[in-house]
């Protein structure tokens, strides 16, 4: 399985990027996903997950009300729609994937996801 996620740049304090995560391989293997971030000199820490039938989601507080985290599984691909961005929220995203079911809080956890893809930078200005 690959995951490669794309969509970031740089974008001013208020304004607004999508994120997508696109999956290739034995994409049957795939259950939830998530995005991760890592500023530089901190830890990675969670972002957004999404259960596989997409009726489930759940958001690190700091984006919460901000960020939509959806899925597209016809096209096998994860979306992160960024609004109202902050200059904290620079840094790279990156997208992973579990092999089982989790419940939606569990999706939190790093320890959860299998597959991991590389990053993507966004940068915020204030």
């Known amino acids: 399985v690959q995951l490669q996620a794309s969509g970031g740049g740089l974008v001013q304090a208020g304004g607004s990027l999508r994120l997508s995560c696109a999956t290739s391989?034995?994409?049957?293997?795939?259950?939830?996903m998530g995005w991760f971030r890592q500023a530089p000199g901190k830890e990675r820490e969670f972002v957004a997950g999404?259960?596989?039938?997409?009726?489930?989601?759940y958001y690190a507080d700091s984006v919460k009300g901000r960020f939509t985290i959806s899925r597209d599984n016809a096209l096998s691909t994860v979306f992160l729609q960024m609004n109202s961005l902050k200059p904290e929220d620079t840094a790279v995203y990156s997208c992973?994937?579990?092999?089982?079911?989790?419940?939606?809080?569990?999706?939190?956890?790093?320890?959860?996801?299998?597959?991991w893809g590389q990053g993507t930078q966004v940068t915020v200005s204030s």
């Open positions: 391989g034995r994409i049957f293997s795939i259950r939830d």
């Open positions: 992973a994937a579990t092999k089982a079911d989790y419940s939606s809080s569990a999706l939190a956890r790093a320890q959860a996801y299998y597959y």
């Open positions: 999404i259960k596989w039938s997409g009726d489930s989601t």
